[in-house]
């Protein structure tokens, strides 16, 4: 999350990049899970370095290796979603209920920030920054303020769950920590939302413009 680029060929009507697998089966003789493991353990890798890992190494044609990198990545299909509503109808009922519980949780205390699809998945926005982010993989979930530094400082509290640089891992049926969101989410809203600076002078002189409108 978010991936580099979406260069694959269409999978078909359904857009489902699991009609790769088959095929990447019978030509590399191995299981998907075995290329899914080699590419989890690059852990926060970028969407090059997981191509090149199975282009240039186990030669993979470049369909099959964005199959298996976007399927790694969350994104199971190359459908565009126009809305949350339409990606949560993609995801099965069981990931759709915990990503709408996540999404609730935040925004019950942040009612301000704005749900869309950004990158094929659904993403909370605060104006034009994008906060936080959520994708379903096929034994997981993905959560992500895109903030190493947020994490870092959170490391305490995440020592149950698999986490990457910028992403976190949790279980499918999680019981949502909505603390635990919390302090992702605030520490980003305390710098883009901080008021701006201005004199009582300044501050009554403003005022009464708004009042004349």
Do not use: C
Not at 44 to 56: G, S, T, V
Not at 57 to 78: C, D, I, P, W, Y
Not at 93 to 110: E, F, G, L, Q, S
């Amino acid at each position: 999350m978010p991936p580099s680029g979406d260069r694959g060929k269409k999978t078909g009507s359904t857009g489902d990049r699991a009609t790769h697998f088959p095929a990447i089966e019978k030509k590399h003789g191995k299981p998907v899970s075995h290329w899914l493991k080699l590419l989890a353990e690059l852990g926060d890798a970028r969407y090059p370095e997981q191509i090149a890992l199975l282009r240039e190494r186990h030669e993979f044609s470049q369909s099959h290796a964005n199959a298996l990198v976007m399927f790694a990545r969350g994104s199971t299909t190359s459908k565009r979603f126009a809305t949350p509503a339409e990606y949560f109808a993609s995801v099965g009922v069981d990931k759709a209920k915990t990503i709408r519980a996540i999404i609730a949780a935040i925004r019950k205390k942040h009612p301000h920030l704005e749900l869309v699809i950004a990158w094929n998945q659904p993403m909370l926005r605060d104006g034009e920054k994008y906060v936080f982010g959520m994708s379903a993989s096929t034994n997981h979930l993905t959560i992500a303020p895109w903030d190493a530094k947020i994490l870092k400082s959170l490391a305490p509290r995440l020592t149950s769950y698999e986490v990457n640089k910028k992403t976190v891992r949790v279980p499918i049926d999680w019981k949502v920590d909505a603390a635990l969101l919390d302090a992702m989410i605030r520490p980003q809203l305390t710098v883009t939302r901080r008021p701006a600076r201005t004199s009582s002078r300044t501050s009554n002189r403003t005022s009464s413009r708004n009042v004349v409108r």
